[in-house]
């Protein structure tokens, strides 16, 4: 049995984090720790468990042997650092830290103290994109050439996001920074490293941050990247489309049309409609398995700072209006 601290409400998914731990038989939840501590008392409450306004004593107790980290984003290298000098194993929600450095000193702590650490990329787990991954693997495409990759919701313009998921200094950043992160490690998971990155972020809600933005990336191999996100465009569907030098990809929602210069030959219109492989165990049991049995960690402290890593670039380009390379 897995025994698991929720490190902070703060997040949009925390709730679904403490729900995924509860249905779990081999998991539970025992305590809990907030920055704010009237709302941590009350998520305690809701969760029939302590809540414990010290995190060293959070940390130093003997029925916590993982932390889910779910605080504000600056708050993150702390909390991670803190909780590897404990001996607890840690699963985080994006971004891993505002910036590299910071998410080097946690990869210290970490490989010091030996323990599991897995931040939440679901959409690798997703069997459209695991299919899109092994045909561009395979060479079906050709060389990719252009990649663009979409996320958004309203969550800006129907006021279901709270206050404070638009303060630069816990977050970072806006829409980018959070919703963002699902084309971003989807691009580099696809093309590889980056190389050089251009940002065009603004806001129509009038908050402090980018609520509606777009990165273009360049890479080694020479592809090209658009990476979208808003949070004030709800009705757009989730879209990854890969253009190569023999054929192009086309995935909508859940669904996804190939065409080859072979598809063409003997299909009207070339388009193929393909079924996506087997969606894989979400992150959060991911680590549960690489914790308590031994399983590899697919989304580790590697993938972690890659994702800071750009990032933290594309946010220099926006503040500095220049490109940035790697």
Same mark, same amino acid.
């Given at each position: 049995?897995?025994?698991?601290?929720?490190?902070?409400?703060?997040?949009?998914?925390?709730?679904?984090?403490?729900?995924?731990?509860?249905?779990?038989?081999?998991?539970?939840?025992?305590?809990?720790?907030?920055?704010?501590?009237?709302?941590?008392?009350?998520?305690?409450?809701?969760?029939?468990?302590?809540?414990?306004?010290?995190?060293?004593?959070?940390?130093?107790?003997?029925?916590?042997?993982?932390?889910?980290?779910?605080?504000?984003?600056?708050?993150?290298?702390?909390?991670?650092?803190?909780?590897?000098?404990?001996?607890?194993?840690?699963?985080?929600?994006?971004? *891993?830290?505002?910036?590299?450095?910071?998410?080097?000193?946690?990869?210290?702590?970490?490989?010091?103290?030996?323990?599991?650490?897995?931040?939440?990329?679901?959409?690798?787990?997703?069997?459209?994109?695991?299919?899109?991954?092994?045909?561009?693997?395979?060479?079906?495409?050709?060389?990719?050439?252009?990649?663009?990759?979409?996320?958004?919701?309203?969550?800006?313009?129907?006021?279901?996001?709270?206050?404070?998921?638009?303060?630069?200094?816990?977050?970072?950043?806006?829409?980018?920074?959070?919703?963002?992160?699902?084309?971003?490690?989807?691009?580099?998971?696809?093309?590889?490293?980056?190389?050089?990155?251009?940002?065009?972020?603004?806001?129509?809600?009038?908050?402090?941050?980018?609520?509606?933005?777009?990165?273009?990336?360049?890479?080694?191999?020479?592809?090209?990247?658009?990476?979208?996100?808003?949070?004030?465009?709800?009705?757009?569907?989730?879209?990854?489309?890969?253009?190569?030098?023999?054929?192009?990809?086309?995935?909508?929602?859940?669904?996804?049309?190939?065409?080859?210069?072979?598809?063409?030959?003997?299909?009207?219109?070339?388009?193929?409609?393909?079924?996506?492989?087997?969606?894989?165990?979400?992150?959060?049991?991911?680590?549960?398995?690489?914790?308590?049995?031994?399983?590899?960690?697919?989304?580790?402290?590697?993938?972690?700072?890659?994702?800071?890593?750009? *990032?933290?670039?594309?946010?220099?380009?926006?503040?500095?209006?220049?490109?940035?390379?790697?």
């Amino acid at each position: 049995m897995l025994h698991v601290a929720m490190l902070s409400k703060w997040h949009v998914h925390a709730d679904n984090y403490a729900n995924f731990i509860q249905a779990q038989p081999d998991a539970q939840i025992t305590c809990v720790w907030d920055e704010d501590a009237q709302r941590g008392k009350a998520w305690g409450e809701q969760l029939k468990v302590p809540f414990i306004a010290d995190l060293d004593e959070l940390l130093s107790r003997p029925d916590v042997d993982a932390v889910i980290i779910d605080s504000p984003t600056n708050m993150h290298k702390d909390l991670m650092v803190r909780a590897a000098n404990a001996g607890k194993h840690i699963f985080t929600e994006k971004c *891993m830290c505002l910036t590299v450095k910071d998410c080097d000193e946690v990869i210290q702590a970490v490989e010091k103290a030996g323990v599991i650490f897995t931040i939440s990329f679901p959409q690798r787990t997703r069997g459209r994109n695991l299919l899109i991954k092994k045909l561009v693997e395979d060479g079906v495409l050709g060389d990719v050439t252009m990649l663009r990759v979409r996320c958004s919701h309203d969550g800006a313009t129907a006021g279901w996001l709270p206050d404070y998921w638009y303060d630069p200094e816990t977050t970072g950043g806006g829409a980018m920074m959070d919703l963002g992160a699902h084309p971003m490690y989807l691009s580099r998971w696809i093309l590889g490293r980056p190389a050089r990155i251009s940002s065009m972020f603004n806001t129509r809600t009038n908050h402090p941050v980018d609520d509606n933005a777009v990165c273009t990336i360049e890479f080694e191999n020479k592809a090209i990247a658009v990476s979208e996100t808003s949070l004030i465009s709800g009705l757009n569907p989730e879209s990854l489309e890969i253009y190569g030098t023999k054929g192009v990809l086309m995935g909508v929602d859940g669904s996804l049309r190939l065409r080859t210069r072979d598809t063409a030959q003997y299909v009207d219109g070339g388009w193929v409609d393909l079924k996506p492989l087997p969606d894989q165990p979400l992150p959060l049991r991911q680590f549960i398995d690489s914790v308590l049995y031994g399983k590899p960690v697919q989304f580790g402290l590697l993938e972690g700072r890659d994702l800071t890593e750009i *990032m933290e670039n594309a946010y220099i380009s926006h503040r500095e209006h220049r490109e940035v390379t790697f």
